[in-house]
């Protein structure tokens, strides 16, 4: 049992990659590629930066897509270990992704703060994601994240300044991205509590009053 367990994440290592669907993320690499080539030039590299970070987030959630979901819902392996493998893998292809986009802009003493939004956005969509494959039992649930981080991002634009979280660098950056963090630290408690596996909860032994007892 024991080695069986051990030899179930790289069985998954491998086979993971192979039934994703990596064409909306290669698609959202080269629309970010052309974005970075065409823009950067004539473009505040904060609000390209941001449009960076939205076109990754709303694609890498395909990879959480899982057809097979209902199928292994009662194979051995672990829900932790099927879902948070998609997961890293979609945080992976963000980062690779991010790097690059930051290597490119060299947005200087703002680096922390924009990656803080992009890891908060790809954090929000992957919650979504992640949350509706698990309570809903969705599938294909990034047909519900990627159109749910995008409303997010402009239902962001129109906040009251006291909530703002979309702002120039300056007097509110600080606060704002406070906010950010805010929401980075709900999203990954909210993939936390979705990647519990019902399966592996203790069941408390059943009491049966004894017949010998008076």
């Not at 209902?70 to 292809?93: E, H």
């Amino acid at each position: 049992m024991i080695v069986a367990r051990r030899r179930m994440p790289r069985e998954l290592a491998g086979v993971l990659p192979q039934v994703l669907r990596w064409k909306p993320v290669l698609a959202g690499w080269i629309l970010v590629a052309g974005l970075l080539a065409w823009k950067v030039g004539d473009a505040d590299g904060v609000t390209v930066l941001r449009v960076v970070a939205v076109l990754l987030a709303t694609t890498v959630v395909t990879l959480v897509d899982d057809a097979a979901q209902n199928i292994l819902a009662s194979s051995p392996t672990p829900l932790v270990w099927r879902t948070g493998g998609r997961l890293a893998l979609a945080a992976s292809a963000v980062a690779v992704a991010w790097a690059v986009a930051l290597f490119w802009v060299r947005p200087g003493d703002l680096t922390a703060a924009l990656t803080l939004e992009a890891a908060a956005l790809t954090a929000l969509a992957l919650a979504v994601a992640s949350g509706v494959a698990r309570w809903v039992g969705a599938r294909d649930a990034s047909y519900a994240a990627g159109p749910a981080v995008a409303g997010a991002v402009l239902a962001a634009l129109v906040l009251p300044p006291r909530w703002a979280l979309i702002v120039p660098p300056g007097e509110s950056w600080r606060d704002a991205h406070l906010r950010w963090a805010a929401l980075l630290v709900i999203a990954l408690a909210v993939i936390a509590v979705a990647l519990r596996d019902p399966a592996g909860r203790p069941v408390a032994p059943r009491v049966t009053p004894s017949r010998d007892r008076p």
